[in-house]
């Protein structure tokens, strides 16, 4: 009887041992954090010690990662894999514990497809101006024409087409777009459909600054535990699970996201000079490029862009060459925003440059792989336009 008892006591002290195993704590002079996630993210973190945890998601979750959290006093890191979760404490000022959280899995937001055919799944496009539409049925009879935006950081529906459509609006959200950042309308639980592929419990933000022709806009979020391609010389978008064979014969480079947008690296010159940045990768702007206030804030940029002209809201158009893909776009004229402009969108390269390229985007190992197409000898907005645009 002594055995047995010492032996089920024996258990349960191993059992809590296990139960009350100790997180790693670090510790922090101040509420602010560094996130290292990979080669090229960089996040600014404050901390929350309300937030019980504070979750931090990986940006590409599906391949292997090292992400550091650095605090003024300390640092920790973390060797990540697809489906699991890193907890810590970090003890600020010595009163506040605050409990993180890093997860390598797919952020809540993310609605994934279902699809009654095997991948991949081919969708035919069509280009209006240089933006993607696609053609799909919402709430399983009300056919939309849907812009495809790599540069969308959510799902919008265009104010004009809303009633329509009959959405049931239940709730606000705090959206920034070319308009600034205001509440709208939010409408949940939709389905959406595109060849075979289905999204249910969809959420729609209502906006007012789309095109008369477009009725919804979807972006990246859709697609991230997918490998999507944009095939311009025979307009066809192919939503795939494996990455296809042909994509040897492409260019590669790494992307990182910003709220499922990817971004990537590319190399301008303007004076002779060359900067290196990342650009949002944005297939919904109806231009060249842009350069906002992350760029020219940056390593004195600002001062080093020499205008053509200046407008009146203080943003400089400037004339640089951009290599992208092994392709070079020569005189590109676009404009520069003032560092002081609060309101500045993201860097960016728009689909009249990006349409040169058939594109795969692997969004589960964060890849793009670029090749020139039949467009690549189309004109673009360039300072040969610029000049006959001065002279009218």
């Known amino acids: ?3 047995l008892s010492f032996l089920f006591c024996f258990w349960v002290a191993l059992s809590t041992g296990f139960a009350q195993t100790r997180l790693p704590v670090i510790h922090s002079g101040t509420y602010n954090a560094t996130i290292t996630d990979g080669r ?3 996040t600014e973190w404050h901390l929350d010690p309300k ?3 504070d979750i931090y998601y990986v940006n590409i979750p599906r391949i292997k990662n090292k992400v550091t959290f650095h605090t003024d ?3 920790l890191n973390f060797d990540t894999r697809f489906g699991q979760d890193y907890d810590f404490l970090i003890v600020v ?5 605050c409990h993180i959280r890093i997860s390598a899995k797919d952020e809540p937001a993310v609605i994934r497809a279902a699809s009654d055919q095997p991948y991949p799944d081919t969708i035919p496009f069509s280009l209006k101006g240089s933006r993607v539409y696609l053609a799909g049925k919402l709430n399983g009879e009300r056919p939309v024409t849907i812009q495809f935006d790599l540069g969308a950081g959510g799902t919008v529906v265009n104010k004009a087409v809303s009633g329509k459509l009959a959405l049931q609006f239940d709730s606000k959200t705090s959206i920034s777009n070319t308009q600034g950042t205001a509440e709208a309308r939010t409408s949940s639980g939709n389905t959406l459909e595109i060849g075979s592929l289905r999204w249910q419990s969809l959420p729609f933000t209502e906006v007012s600054n789309m095109k008369p022709d477009e009725d919804i806009i979807i972006g990246n979020g859709l697609f991230r535990d997918k490998i999507i391609e944009l095939d311009y010389d025979r307009k ?4 795939s699970e494996k990455l296809p064979k042909k994509s040897k014969d492409y260019t590669v480079q790494p992307v990182f996201y910003e709220q499922n947008r990817p971004k990537f690296e590319v190399t301008i010159r303007h004076n002779d000079q060359p900067f290196s940045f990342w650009f949002l990768f944005d297939t919904g702007r109806d231009g060249t490029m842009l350069i906002g206030k992350d760029f020219t804030e940056e390593n004195d940029n600002w001062s080093k862009l020499q205008p053509l002209t200046t407008l009146g809201d203080g943003r400089k158009i400037v004339r640089l060459d951009a290599t992208i893909g092994g392709q070079e776009f020569k005189d590109i004229v676009t404009n520069a925003a003032d560092p002081g402009n609060a309101a500045s969108r993201p860097t960016l390269f728009g689909n009249q440059v990006l349409n040169h390229f058939n594109m ?12 020139p197409n039949g467009r690549k000898n189309e004109p673009y907005a360039n300072y040969d336009e610029y000049l006959k645009t001065l002279k009218k």
Not at 362 to 367: A, E, R, S, V
């Open 360 to 371: 795969i985007l692997d969004n589960q190992k964060g890849l793009l792989y670029l090749k």
């Open 93 to 97: 000022n010595d009163k506040d514990t």
């Open 73 to 75: 006093k300390a640092s």
């Open 1 to 3: 009887m002594k055995t």
């Open 51 to 53: 937030a019980k945890p």
């Open 236 to 239: 066809l978008m192919i939503v």
């Open 40 to 42: 090229h993210v960089k």
